[in-house]
């Protein structure tokens, strides 16, 4: 699940002396160190996602299971409404699974687009697992300051045409290699999402936002965040957590 693995994810490991090192980095190379950085065999998170409305408030928490770059399982856990909704994608397939009907459904096409739960988040956000430079060219934009954290602020531009977000903003810590902040474009040029990562924390020798405000630009309201809870990287997940047969067990 990576908008939310992405959608939670561009994480990087930085050892004692690295910063020295990467003032030489072009922008690709900074960017494939962060896609180097922040993959892992297999990720576990179990997360509150934070949806705010015009008058309140919503939080839905949720496990989430991460293979690779293509498979991913998230079970959601509360409120009992959401309990026991279940998604799988494998590949570029999407399933759904409600309780309610005991149904299985699969998303395709503009059915992706739609919002996950009332969030700022779509399915489609959440389909796109690929390594940043496997989608795109990066371009060093300046060097900016966000609060007290040296940034460099670089676009990148698709190279493919099945690709969410043609053009992308993203603010990366000169130090930590995290990315900050990141506005997400269409092909338009409009703006249509911006992202904003807080709560920095190291975790298994990785720096990881354990705070992201995901704001849909064309929508009122404060977004929606998505606060990790726990995580885990490299442990073991039963094969069958990545089946159909999961969605219903």
Known sequence: MKTIKYILVMIVIVGSGFEVQAQNLTANEIINKVDDNMSSETQVVVSDMVIYGKRNKRTVTSKGYTRGKNDSFTEYLAPAREEGTKMLKLEDRLWIYSPSTDRTIQLSGHMLRQSVMGSDLSYEDMMEDRELTDIYEATIISEETIGDRNTWKLELIAKVDDVSYPKRTIWI?????????????????????????????????????????YKDVLKDGKGTDFIVKEIQFNVEIPEYIFTKASLKK
């Not at 338009?188 to 020798?205: A, F, H, P, R, T």
């Open 173 to 213: 810590d000169t130090e930590r290699f995290v990315p900050l902040k990141e506005e997400l474009f269409a092909k338009s040029g409009q703006l249509l999402k911006k992202v904003v990562m807080d709560d920095i924390k190291q975790v298994e020798g990785r720096w990881y936002p354990f705070k992201m405000n």
